[in-house]
């Protein structure tokens, strides 16, 4: 099923499983689409900029992306897609949604400076890969540099009705929410759905200021998908003292860097992937630094039993 502008919830920023070798470990694929199908996540979204996608070849992108799409069955995918050239862009685009995937995800590129330009950009993206194809604009300033202002947001989505959601990834980005919201009440914004990222850092107040749910890849999940039913159920206090157990690991694995070391290697103590390995060039975790993930994940633990047991698909909180 194609995503649309209703899409909520969470879905789920999956890392790229990998050998020690360097090689796709397709069986990892496997247990961690499974996992977040079992932890009631909505989508899950592959080839991000924490995918390592820029260190796969094309051929191994395409790999990559259609075992997860495969695998998640009814759970959508979406693919990033994102490329220095819109050949390789429409390529992979083509070849996800051929496979069953629900849209794909497209950022800007970092040389883009003025509101034109970048409206421009994506109007020649989506004439690449086709207007049939739903798409994700992710807004990451942080990483790539490059400032969409909510009038901006606006004229991209206005002019791509194929345009279905938004990441959010702006920070501070308060705001932003906010405004985008109130051009939907004045009548100048058609429907959109905001799935928020940045590791999930603002999730609380983000649901609150009018998210409809989180798209990153903290390695619980099950934190994000408990914060966001909570809040949908105004159930505020007991939203934020969920997310005020886990925000200590968030913060720790938000650090540049080293934050997918991080993902990675909770992820593989919880049995989701066999290694924590990235290709390289990629970081490592000192064994000072895994002493004190395993000291957050004990204090986590204290609030949210999850952090030291096998995942459940009951909820917490």
């Not at 079992?38 to 260190?55: D, F, R, Y």
């Not at 107040?205 to 989180?214: C, I, K, L, V, Y």
């Not at 039913?229 to 939203?239: T, Y």
């Not at 690991?249 to 103590?269: C, M, S, T």
């Amino acid at each position: 099923m194609k995503l649309t502008h209703d899409a909520s919830g969470t879905f789920a920023i999956a890392p790229t499983p990998f050998h020690d070798d360097g090689r796709i470990d397709g069986r990892s694929i496997d247990r961690l689409v499974d996992f977040y199908t079992e932890v009631g996540c909505n989508g899950v979204t592959v080839l991000g900029i924490l995918g390592e996608a820029p260190k796969m070849d094309a051929a191994e992108a395409e790999t990559v992306a259609v075992r997860f799409i495969k695998r998640a069955g009814s759970l959508q995918t979406v693919v990033g897609v994102s490329a220095p050239g819109f050949a390789a862009m429409r390529s992979l685009a083509r070849a996800s949604m051929d496979a069953g995937a629900a849209a794909v995800m497209i950022a800007p590129t970092p040389n883009l400076r003025t509101d034109d330009q970048i409206v421009t950009y994506f109007k020649q993206a989506v004439e690449a890969i086709g207007d049939d194809i739903p798409w994700v604009l992710q807004d990451y300033p942080l990483t790539l540099g490059v400032v969409m202002t909510p009038a901006v947001i606006r004229r991209i989505v206005m002019d791509s009705p194929s345009c279905v959601m938004l990441k959010h990834e702006d920070w501070p980005g308060l705001e932003k929410i906010t405004a985008l919201r109130a051009f939907q009440k004045d009548g100048s914004l058609r429907p959109l759905s905001i799935l928020t990222g940045n590791g999930a850092t603002f999730l609380d107040f983000e649901m609150e200021r009018g998210a409809d749910g989180a798209m990153t890849g903290y390695a619980f999940p099950e934190l994000l998908i408990d914060v966001v039913r909570l809040s949908k159920e105004g159930k505020r206090d007991a939203a934020h003292d969920l997310f005020d157990a886990h925000l200590p690991l968030i913060r720790y694995e938000q650090q540049p860097g080293v934050g997918l070391a991080v993902r990675k290697y909770v992820l593989n103590k919880r049995g989701m992937i066999a290694s924590a390995a990235q290709r390289k060039p990629g970081s490592s975790l000192s064994a000072k630094a895994r002493e004190e993930v395993d000291y957050l994940l004990s204090r986590v633990a204290r609030v949210d039993k999850r952090a030291l047991t096998a995942p459940q698909a009951s909820a917490a909180g």
